[in-house]
Structure formats: structure tokens, C-alpha cells
């Protein structure tokens, strides 16, 4: 009897090239120093991803997509991130919702078909959940959700953070129904641009300028029954769709700034190879302490990439993790962001004084890395998931 072929066994023989060719990431290096410098946002990126079918990577085949699994998409996500953090961080929020639907799909839920269609078409969805001081994340929301009484529901309150503000066709937001007999309830839905929806042009930021996550105002702004897909108890729960969110989204952040790290550590080592001490007459990959700091960035590098594959791989072929998924899934999305801000901060080191120049490509991933740590789960969110997983709740 042969053995039915696993997701390990489609990884070895997965080409990133197929579809991130080495001459669409160029072009795409290319502009990026221009939408950081210029603050816009990269819509010829975006052009170009699309009409390689990069939005649909994660939807199947049957819908017409490409049909990868979460961890070829979290590879994709490093190889796109190493040459434009901001364009590959704008993508991922478009990503995250087709992994949703894929998430859901593979455990016999067919919810988000319709993502997966608006996605292979070529539409673009975006992310609309963080708030402003709402450290609560999914589990609470200070968006009012107001019933229609035919099913649907009108939002209003305040996203930010809403990446891909210029060009999204679809959000996806939560709310709060406060007025429903069985209330309260969390509400997830899927909103269409309208002139309930303003997105105010305040992206002017440190790094990731290209993302152009704009502030969005949602002021009544109406989804129909049929775009509403979740009403679900406020606080933590095993609903498949909140852990759908969760599990894309921390695994596929934690690939952007390993991509970035990746990146960085490229760029040491060609500086290393390249610049000549006057002292000694040779390269500085000849200099022990920088032969050290660069195997030291290496050394913490190197972890993530396999962590990652571990836990994508583990999402795609469903495994039970029960009450250990959201401690492993901060945990990675957590040690991603620190280990890359440290490689780029050694790859300064290395590079020397001429990193300092806001021209340089370090100058601007050093920039760039730091809009991790305030991505969920932070790192207090993160230190108080794996606290409560290895020591349980905090008593009286």
C-alpha cells in the first residue's frame, strides 16, 4: 500500500521561484526605497503580484487559485519580504483572509468561499480590527455592530492600522452588538467601500511607509446577511474563525520580519566581503569580531525559519494543539520580531558608518523592523499567553 503524500513531502519539492521570480522581486526592490521615500503606496507592486496570481496563493486550485498551503505561503512571505518589507506586510493582510478561508475550508467550513472567488479574481481584502487602545484584539471591540433586523449590520467606530487603505474591496471588521436579545455579541463581517467608510490620509510614519495603513472611519457602514459571517460570545473561545485569525496572522507576520532578518544578514555578509581595513589590508570577513557578530546573526536566524515551518505545516494538515496553539502561535510571532530587530541592528554594526545614510537599504529595514513590535500579540500579550500555558491562570 503506497503511503498518501504529506505536506512535508510537497515542501521539499517547493519552488518559492514559480511564483516570486527572481526578475518581479528586482523590479519590486527597485521601487521600494521610492514608496518609503515618497510615502505612497505600491500599487505597481501590487499589479504586478496580482497578474502573477499572487492573491490567490492560498486559494484552491478548484476556485482558481494556486492552492499552496500555509507554509509555502509563509515562505513566499520571507522571500517578499527581504526585498520589500512594506509591500510584502500590505499583502499580508490580504493573505490573512484567504488563510482564514483556507483554515476554515480544511476543518469542512465553507464560510469564506466567497473571499476565495473575490481573491482568485484578483480583488483585494484588507484587515480591519485593530482599534486604538483595545487591547482585547478579537475577543472585544469598541466598533458598534447595529443589527438591521434583516441580518445584516451597520458598523461605526474606528480601525486603525487598516493596511492596503488605498486600493482595498472588501474589509473585514469586527463590532459589538450590545442590543440583540441574546446579546452581547462579537460580530465579524465583510464590508464594501461606500462613503459610510473614510479613510483619513495619516500614514506618515517611521518605517513600513509603504503599507499606508490608514486610520478608517466606519460611520454606519452596512453589511448585508450574507457577508456577515460570525456572532460569537465576547472573550477567548474556540470559535474555527477566531483561531483561523489568529494562526494566519501570527504565522504569516512572523514570516515578514523573518524575510527582513534574512535580508539583513545578506547585506552584512556582502559588506563583510566588500570593505577593507586599513589596519590589517584585508576584507572584514577576516576580522574575528566581525566574523562573530555575523555568525552570531546567524545563529538566531536560523531558528525561525524552521519554527515556522513546524507550525504552518502543523495549521495546514490540522493539528490538536488545544489550549497550547495560542501560546505557540504569540511565541513565534514574538521571537520573529525580536530576532530581527536584533540581526539588523548587528547588520548596522557590520555595515559601518555608510548605514547611517537614510539612502542605504539598511538605513531603511532598520526603520522598517521596529513596526513589529507593535503588531499582536505584543510583547506583554505574548510573555502573558506563555506565562498562563506554563503556569497556569494567575490566582488570588
Known amino acids: ?26 523590479r519590486i526592490r527597485e521601487r521600494a526605497e521610492v514608496h518609503d521615500r515618497e510615502n505612497t503606496f505600491p500599487s505597481d507592486d501590487l499589479d504586478d503580484l496580482r497578474a502573477a496570481g499572487y ?6 486550485e478548484a476556485a482558481g487559485g494556486a ?15 527581504g526585498a520589500a518589507p512594506a509591500t ?4 499580508n493582510m490580504h493573505l490573512v483572509w484567504t488563510g482564514v478561508a483556507k483554515v476554515l475550508r480544511d476543518r469542512g467550513i465553507d464560510d469564506l468561499a466567497f473571499v ?19 487591547d482585547l484584539v478579537l475577543f472585544g471591540s469598541d466598533t458598534v455592530a447595529e443589527p438591521d433586523g434583516r441580518g445584516g449590520y451597520s458598523f461605526t467606530g474606528t480601525k486603525i492600522f487598516t493596511s492596503l487603505s488605498p486600493v482595498w474591496a472588501h474589509l473585514g471588521v469586527h463590532g459589538l452588538d450590545t442590543t440583540s436579545p441574546d446579546a452581547p455579541k462579537m460580530v465579524f463581517a465583510f ?9 483619513r490620509d495619516d500614514w506618515d510614519t517611521l518605517g513600513m511607509r509603504g503599507t499606508q495603513s490608514r486610520t478608517t472611519e466606519l460611520r454606519g457602514a452596512h453589511a448585508p446577511a450574507e457577508r456577515v459571517v460570525r456572532r460569537i460570545d465576547p472573550g477567548p473561545q474556540p470559535d474555527p474563525l477566531v483561531f483561523g485569525i489568529f494562526a494566519v496572522f501570527e504565522i504569516l507576520l512572523a514570516s515578514v520580519y523573518t524575510g527582513i532578518a534574512r535580508r539583513a544578514l545578506d547585506l552584512a555578509v556582502d559588506a563583510a566581503a566588500s570593505r577593507r581595513s586599513k589596519k590589517t589590508g584585508t576584507t572584514y570577513a577576516n576580522d574575528p569580531d566581525i566574523r562573530w557578530r555575523v555568525a552570531d546573526m546567524a545563529l538566531a536566524y536560523e ?6 515551518a513546524a507550525l504552518a505545516r502543523d495549521v495546514d494538515e490540522v493539528a490538536d494543539h488545544g489550549a497550547r496553539w495560542f501560546s505557540l502561535l504569540s511565541g513565534v510571532k514574538h521571537r520573529a520580531v525580536t530576532m530581527a530587530k536584533d540581526v539588523v541592528d548587528d547588520a548596522i554594526l557590520v555595515g559601518g558608518g555608510a548605514s547611517y545614510f537614510s ?22 500579550s505574548a510573555h502573558a499567553t506563555a506565562a498562563s500555558a506554563w503556569l497556569g491562570p494567575v490566582t488570588a
Do not use: K, W
Request: glycine residues 8%; hydrophobic residues 50%; negative net charge.
Open 116 to 134: 476565495e472567488e473575490g481573491a482568485a479574481a484578483g480583488e483585494v481584502f484588507a484587515f480591519g480590527i485593530s482599534e486604538a487602545g483595545n
Open 67 to 81: 492552492g499552496l498551503g500555509l507554509a509555502e505561503a509563509s515562505l513566499l512571505q520571507q522571500r517578499l519580504a
Open 359 to 380: 539612502h542605504t537599504e539598511l538605513s531603511r529595514l532598520y526603520r522598517d523592523v521596529l513596526a513589529g513590535m507593535f503588531h499582536p500579540s505584543d510583547p506583554e
Open 303 to 308: 531558528a525561525l525559519p524552521p519554527q515556522l
Open 191 to 199: 464590508l464594501e467601500r461606500s462613503d459610510a467608510i473614510v479613510a
Open 88 to 91: 510584502a506586510l500590505a499583502v
Open 55 to 60: 492573491l490567490g496563493i492560498l486559494v484552491p
Open 1 to 26: 500500500m503506497s503511503a498518501v503524500p504529506s505536506r512535508m513531502d510537497a515542501m521539499t519539492s517547493f519552488d518559492p521561484a514559480r511564483y516570486l521570480p527572481d526578475d518581479l522581486l528586482t
